[in-house]
């Protein structure tokens, strides 16, 4: 079969992305090298820019750096002069993946303001989806804003709240005016707060690393520092951090919870717990789950890489069969850009995947990913396990059919880029040319991940949210007026 090269160049093993990771941190070290290994164990979450932000006496800084955290911050930790840069004990960091237009610094996080209320720091995971309306309102009552983030937009309205009513009523007001999803961790002067969407779209967790707080878009990062976890920031809830400890300042939560499944099926590291579920066990059961549902007597069980290897174990485990890596991934080819001839197009692709002949000639083989976007990866892959000998090529989804947008964080912006829009599962299977094709029900995900309609967003699969979006359906069940 023949493929667009220019196609596939930038598809074969590109995700859904996440807009962002989030970390706080308070204590007495320099919170530099703190904020630093959490952005680098959470690098997954973004990897086009990243930021610090440390609150040092009387000001902030903020230092941001384009590329991978290790590779943006080098020489700056290399020749030492970040520390005297970015000196103090309170600050925040942000990890990045930035849409399509806004790949530079501009689109960098923390967003920083100096305001009525004092100095301000903010990294955010989510996405407010009502903040054309709050800017343009803000901007009839005079405020000014230096980037298109809707960070800004949440970091203006939190401040003219707290400004005019006070902390705790300021958030109040705020939570019921920003409509969305936000996951967030904010320096105002010498504290830090946490705070999460009363749905508690997007993870936040924090915890204790001797006599200092941390607060991660994901535990992972406290089991690298070698803390403790001491929970979840709940839905709806803020949270101050400082010389007294940590202390819930408000609690609004809503009738239900809207976690996003992909965080389970994907996003997340394996080795998170997030609301209380491990990722990695989730995955397991989704594999197993996608057995029971769709098995196929097969020679082996091949993950695609790395993306559905946790699920094609769980497959193998439940129904006995030999689980094989039998296609090599490339990790030092990730990045993609404009090649000049074809030839050289031609290999760059070839470079990303490879297929391990000895482990799929003559078998029968289940091919394994979390889940199909676009379609032209997997499109790819099937081919070349066919090149290599496959005899059978049946593929397996550890979760459902992708068929709505993603408004709430996650770069899923359009349905016309979905092979599933008006597509049957055959018709699917047909295009990119595996022997059969299956995926994993809702009832089968939701089961497998243990939480239910009313604590999941569903809404890439199921079209409907659990927010108001504009021309979309809306599962209205909630306490706050706002929700
Ligand atoms: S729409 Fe899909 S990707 Fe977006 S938050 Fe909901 S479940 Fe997650």
């Known amino acids: 079969m023949d493929f667009p090269v220019q196609d596939l160049e930038n598809t074969v093993g590109q995700k859904p992305n996440e807009h962002c990771a989030v970390v706080g941190f308070y204590g007495t070290d320099s919170a530099f090298d703190w904020i630093y290994t959490s952005l680098r164990t959470l690098q997954h979450r973004g990897q086009e820019s990243s930021g610090i932000a440390i609150f040092d006496g009387s000001k902030i800084n903020v230092v941001k750096v384009m590329g991978l955290v290790n590779e943006g911050f080098k020489n700056l930790v290399e020749n030492g002069s970040i520390y005297s840069k970015?000196?103090?004990?309170?600050?925040?960091?942000?990890?990045?993946?930035?849409?399509?237009?806004?790949?530079?610094?501009?689109?960098?996080?923390?967003?920083?303001?100096?305001?009525?209320?004092?100095?301000l720091a903010l990294s955010h995971n989510g996405e407010i989806v009502n903040q054309g309306e709050l800017r343009e309102e803000l901007k009839k009552k005079g405020v000014t804003f230096q980037t298109q983030?809707?960070?800004?937009?949440?970091?203006?309205?939190?401040?003219?709240?707290?400004?005019?009513?006070?902390?705790?009523?300021?958030?109040?007001?705020?939570?019921?005016?920003?409509?969305?999803?936000?996951?967030?961790?904010?320096?105002?002067?010498?504290?830090?707060?946490?705070?999460?969407?009363?749905?508690?779209?997007?993870?936040?967790?924090?915890?204790?690393?001797?006599?200092?707080?941390?607060?991660?878009?994901?535990?992972?990062?406290?089991?690298?520092?070698?803390?403790?976890?001491?929970?979840?920031?709940?839905?709806?809830?803020?949270?101050?951090?400082?010389?007294?400890?940590?202390?819930?300042?408000?609690?609004?939560?809503?009738?239900?919870?809207?976690?996003?499944?992909?965080?389970?099926?994907?996003?997340?590291?394996?080795?998170?717990?997030?609301?209380?579920?491990?990722?990695?066990?989730?995955?397991?059961?989704?594999?197993?789950?996608?057995?029971?549902?769709?098995?196929?007597?097969?020679?082996?069980?091949?993950?695609?890489?790395?993306?559905?290897?946790?699920?094609?174990?769980?497959?193998?485990?439940?129904?006995?069969?030999?689980?094989?890596?039998?296609?090599?991934?490339?990790?030092?080819?990730?990045?993609?850009?404009?090649?000049?001839?074809?030839?050289?197009?031609?290999?760059?692709?070839?470079?990303?995947l490879n297929p391990i002949k000895s482990v799929v000639a003559g078998k029968k083989v289940v091919l394994i990913d979390d889940s199909i976007v676009r379609g032209t990866t997997m499109r790819y892959i099937v081919s070349i396990?066919?090149?290599a000998g496959a005899s059978e090529i049946h593929v397996r989804i550890g979760s459902p059919m992708i068929v709505a947008p993603c408004y709430l964080g996650v770069d899923m912006k359009t349905r016309d880029q979905?092979?599933?829009?008006?597509?049957?599962?055959?018709?699917?299977?047909l295009e990119i040319g595996s022997n059969s094709l299956a995926y994993l029900s809702l009832d089968g995900l939701k089961e497998s991940i243990g939480l239910g309609n009313r604590n999941l967003c569903l809404g890439c699969l199921t079209g409907e949210y659990p927010v108001k979006i504009q021309g979309e359906k809306y599962i209205k069940q909630t306490a706050l007026e706002s929700y």
């Open 86 to 119: 970015l000196n103090g004990n309170i600050g925040v960091g942000h990890n990045r993946y930035s849409t399509a237009g806004s790949k530079d610094l501009s689109g960098a996080g923390p967003v920083t303001v100096s305001s009525m209320i004092g100095e």
């Open 149 to 352: 983030l809707d960070t800004e937009v949440l970091l203006m309205v939190l401040s003219r709240e707290i400004g005019e009513k006070g902390l705790k009523n300021g958030f109040k007001n705020a939570i019921s005016l920003l409509k969305g999803s936000y996951s967030c961790a904010l320096v105002i002067n010498d504290k830090l707060y946490a705070f999460r969407d009363p749905l508690g779209i997007r993870p936040l967790i924090f915890g204790q690393v001797g006599n200092h707080y941390v607060v991660a878009s994901e535990s992972s990062v406290l089991d690298v520092l070698g803390g403790k976890i001491i929970r979840d920031v709940e839905p709806g809830e803020v949270i101050e951090f400082s010389e007294t400890g940590f202390k819930v300042i408000l609690n609004s939560p809503s009738l239900r919870t809207a976690h996003c499944m992909f965080e389970y099926v994907y996003f997340s590291r394996p080795d998170s717990v997030i609301d209380g579920v491990e990722v990695y066990n989730t995955r397991i059961l989704m594999g197993r789950q996608l057995a029971k549902e769709a098995p196929v007597a097969a020679d082996v069980v091949v993950p695609v890489p790395d993306s559905g290897r946790t699920q094609a174990m769980g497959y193998a485990m439940e129904l006995g069969i030999e689980y094989s890596e039998g296609l090599f991934k490339n990790r030092y080819s990730e990045r993609t850009f404009i090649m000049p001839s074809q030839s050289l197009r031609s290999n760059a692709v070839k470079l990303k």
């Open 385 to 387: 396990l066919r090149n």
């Open 418 to 429: 979905f092979i599933a829009i008006n597509k049957s599962v055959s018709e699917i299977n």
